[in-house]
Structures are given as C-alpha cells and as structure tokens.
C-alpha cells in the first residue's frame, strides 16, 4: 500500500514536473527574439480607456496631441481626454496607427505601434469603447 502510494505520488510529479517545463519552454517560444515584451494575448485582456488605451496614447501620441500641444504640433488634434479620443472618427484613427493609405502615418516621424498595441485599439472599439 505504502510503495503503492509512493509510486503513484512520484509518477504525478514527474508529470508536473515536465507539464511545468513544457509550459515554460512554449512561453519561451512565444516571445520574438530580443522582445522582452511578454506574448500578446488581447483576446484575454481586459481593455479599458483608462487601463490601457489612455496609457498608449500617453507613451505615443500625447506629446504631440495633449490637450497644450495639440494646436502647435498635433495638427490641433487634441486627444488628451476619453471624450476626445472616442469621439474622433474611428476609421481615421486606425488608418492613422495602421498606416492605412489616405492617412498620415502616426505617431509621427516614429516607429509604427506594437502590433499589440494595435489589436488593443481595435478590441476596445469592438468592444464599444469602455471607459
Ligand atoms: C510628433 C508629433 C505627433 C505624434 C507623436 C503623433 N501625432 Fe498624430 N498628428 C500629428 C500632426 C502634426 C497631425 C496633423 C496631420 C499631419 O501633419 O500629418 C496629426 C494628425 C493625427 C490625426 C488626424 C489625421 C487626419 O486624418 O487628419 C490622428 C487621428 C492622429 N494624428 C493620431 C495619432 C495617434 C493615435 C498617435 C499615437 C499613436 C499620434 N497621432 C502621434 C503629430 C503627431
């Protein structure tokens, strides 16, 4: 009975044993090479304005389109508030981070957003905009 159980207790953690390690080489796969970002996984994320979609537009847009440089250097597009940002016209707006051809390519004179980051856009729209 002891041996019985012993055995039987030692073959379950091999198997989580190699479950946890087969776990943690598929998430070692995930990530692109040199990408320290952890892997993206939007359909599984909670995206609201204030937790995500706020915190993009102030990594990557708000120097130009905040509510006291908007006029100066974002073209007076000023998307410092919830009611700015998702009363502006969506399809502009993601032809503008998709870099759709007819819109300017933004952000401006940088590097494209995280595809990421663009899939989180379009889920908070599909998703009707929460605050
Ligand atoms: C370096 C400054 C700068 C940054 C950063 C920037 N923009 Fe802009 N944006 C502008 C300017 C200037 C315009 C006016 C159009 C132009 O000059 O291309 C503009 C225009 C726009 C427009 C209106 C486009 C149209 O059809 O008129 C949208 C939408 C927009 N930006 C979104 C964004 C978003 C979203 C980000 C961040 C992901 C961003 N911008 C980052 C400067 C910037």
Not at 55 to 60: K, M, R, Y
């Amino acid at each position: 009975m002891i041996q019985n159980f012993c055995f039987t207790s030692w073959t379950r953690l091999l198997g989580l044993g190699t479950a946890v390690v087969l776990l943690g080489l598929a998430a070692g796969c995930s990530y692109s090479h040199g990408d320290p970002a952890p892997a993206c996984d939007v359909a599984h994320e909670t995206i609201t304005y204030a937790g995500v979609i706020s915190p993009i537009f102030d990594a990557n847009c708000r120097r130009c389109h905040g509510s006291s440089v908007a006029a100066t250097l974002g073209g007076g597009n000023d998307f410092s508030s919830y009611a700015a940002v998702s009363g502006y016209p969506q399809s502009s707006l993601l032809g503008c981070v998709r870099h759709e051809n007819g819109y300017p390519p933004m952000p401006k004179n940088s590097g494209q957003l995280s595809a990421c980051d663009i899939q989180r856009l379009e889920a908070w729209y599909a998703q009707g905009k929460p605050q």
